[in-house]
């Protein structure tokens, strides 16, 4: 279940749910921005005033490395825990979740999990304690996941652990945990919805993916575009095209805000079993390759360029490319965007939502292009490069791609207008 | 899960299924006529192929009773099953939850696990063993719920089971397994599929639900709606919408009976957590007061009104009667429908949905209200009597309403046209 009411002690919720899964040793993970914010706030007085024993780890790292992860597992093992809160963004839930698998598996090493071929995709026997997830961004849906994903620094590459055994056990989608999200945090968690939609729509269609495994239970997490992942997508897109720019634009619209931290909700239980495909794939050595760019609204003192933004960068090349495989659906992502397809030939489909991408993404103010977050024509190699063994994303676009097709994707990137 | 994708041998995907779970002892559910139809002769070839040892249950009642599931219970109890697979409508994927449950519970009274008031609704403590469902009608959503229906024949009104522990482990969804449903099955199980629809996108919301359990532990599977249930709901309607009337004139149109398979799950998984209301709870008085009706394309000794037909009947009068509560939901409902609502009233709301449910069960020959089936004004009262029990989801009706306003539905569902 990752739907529930807000009682009116929201407060409260957390620590009926936490003595119902019977907590006497919490481990709350947030960030050191969000433990001064309210969302952490209320878990804490309630944990204090019940006096419900906990520790806090406050230092998770905004968009998280293998040394992060490391960080964090070092002190769940330690703390012996028996269930776990994560209050935060993507960066806070994913985290939580890799402490918590690798706290159920002490013995393990830490590759031993992380996807193939980087790590060595080994499956997950232990049950892991609860988690609850609570999410205080609209962007990643990792409440709904059974995904990790972090930055491997000698690789210069992102990658994760996916496995179904992560998925949160309860996830508290409460709209007033977004309201504090600054403007540019909101506009980059907003994009990875959007292409969490788009990607999830457009991936290639569950029974077209290849080999078709000989047993289900060796079905892949990311299964390609089906009926039910259809649903998500689309009803998450149209959420996206009437709320983002007012989410964005002013923080205290909690209409806007809360449609958005749904839509979040929603592309991520479609994407968690369609899959993504170019647009993430890409992303990776994007945000993984950064060099000294600095985002606006984030409190941190590395250079990042923030996952929805990695994300979104190349999405007017990438459907521009991919279009041709499924034309209709391409129209509509555009016509859900606010273009009038009606008189627009199949062919054209790709041009059409890529133009629609990039006034959608100029009206937000999004940087332009690849250039401005310090690429230059010189790194393409190295995004290749680090694009390669993003296969378990990547190969569910709907068209095959080359090297070459990379290449020419991140150079269509550098600029958007 | 409960999408799944369809491998070319879908016969052996059971089979790969079974054996994932461990099953030596399996205990195959389903009815005398489909016993001989090809769902359940595809199962059993792939059973026997491979040395699974089975038994097979095929005295399942259409329409089941407490008679009738005490008889599968005590088939399951002798059999020491170790996984079920139900191949069937919604009764026999009923009466397999119920054999499964209480084969788990041997020490249970029947009335131990019955929704309450009829019942003792107690809770469910054991783990109960895997089911596969297989549906072969396009309606009940039972292999997305929790719930199993019966007609308690004392009480002469349907009751059943609500509990989250008698959801299927998995669903197999082939729309090939609907191609054998006369016309009459089709219609009638749309009809499920339609109010289903209608009733949990029309519930009180989950937030107007009153008392509010001081733990979440003691929710009612049935919350009410909210945006996860209206997803599915408008998704279900509009699926209705185009392809209900195809689904029954051509059994042979594989793309329409298709998408009613699919609006079928995603009607279950909607009302599986906003629940339904007054059409479901007028019904089973409706079906379980039943004295000489026979019903068209059922292959069944004795009288019965089929359970979408006795939800549908009176559709027409309930939502004239709830439109006042929420009334931009009936007109949205109407117009999915088919109805240009652009000029109508919000006052108007009920009494244009109404009608388009009027043309729509007219076109699909839908037989002229209660006086059809065997009804007249003298049996009113023992309709309105065998409602009452039925608050579990009556409550859940967006307008309150007393024995006049039931006795008044009754009386306005007579006829249709």
Chains 1, 2 share one sequence.
């Not at 009411?5 to 969000?34: I, K, Y």
């Not at 409440?143 to 994903?149: L, P």
Request: contains cysteine; hydrophobic residues 40%; proline residues 6%.
């Amino acid at each position: 279940m990752f739907y529930r009411c807000r009682c009116p002690a929201h407060s409260q919720c957390v620590l009926c749910d936490l003595q119902n899964m019977g907590a006497r040793n919490v481990c709350l993970m947030t960030d050191r921005t969000l433990s001064q914010l309210p969302p952490v706030g209320v878990v804490l007085d309630s944990l204090t005033k019940h006096g419900v024993k906990y520790k806090i780890y406050e230092d998770v790292r905004v968009e998280p490395t293998d040394k992060s992860f490391k960080a964090a597992i070092d002190f769940a093992k330690q703390g012996h825990f028996d269930v776990y809160v994560a209050v935060g963004g993507g960066s806070v839930i994913d985290t939580c979740k890799a402490a918590n698998l690798y706290a159920s598996h002490p013995e393990a090493e830490f590759l031993d999990f992380v996807n193939a071929p980087i790590g060595k995709g080994k499956p997950i026997t232990a049950t892991l304690k609860p988690l609850i997830a609570v999410p205080t961004t609209a962007g990643t849906g990792s409440e709904t996941t059974g995904v990790a994903i972090f930055d491997f620094e000698n690789l210069k590459a992102k990658t994760g652990i996916a496995n179904r055994a992560l998925k949160p056990t309860l996830g508290m989608v409460d709209p007033l945990h977004t309201l504090h999200m600054p403007s540019r945090v909101a506009a980059n968690s907003g994009f990875d919805v959007l292409c969490h939609a788009l990607e999830s729509f457009t991936a290639l269609p569950y029974n077209l993916r290849s080999p078709c495994p000989s047993n289900p239970i060796n079905r892949p997490a990311y299964q390609g575009s089906n009926p039910i992942s259809d649903v998500w997508a689309r009803h998450a897109l149209k959420i996206v095209a009437k709320y983002l720019k007012r989410a964005v634009r002013d923080a205290g619209d909690v209409e806007a805000r809360s449609s958005m931290h749904l839509a979040s909700v929603f592309a991520g239980i479609g994407f968690g079993n369609a899959g993504v495909h170019l647009c993430h794939g890409m992303s990776y050595p994007i945000a993984g390759n950064v060099k000294t760019h600095r985002a606006k609204g984030y409190n941190v003192e590395h250079p990042i360029v923030p996952h929805g933004l990695s994300v979104v960068l190349t999405s007017p090349a990438v459907f521009a490319f991919t279009a041709n495989m499924c034309p209709e659906r391409h129209l509509e992502a555009a016509q859900i965007l606010g273009t009038d397809v009606s008189s627009i030939k199949k062919d054209d489909a790709g041009r059409v939502l890529a133009d629609t991408l990039r006034s959608f993404l100029y009206d937000l103010e999004v940087e332009d292009g690849l250039s401005s977050v310090g690429y230059t024509k010189e790194d393409i190699p190295s995004l290749v490069k680090g694009t390669i063994p993003q296969e378990r994303v990547t190969k569910l676009s709907p068209r095959a791609h080359t090297e070459e097709d990379l290449t020419a994707l991140f150079a269509a990137s550098m600029k958007l207008y």
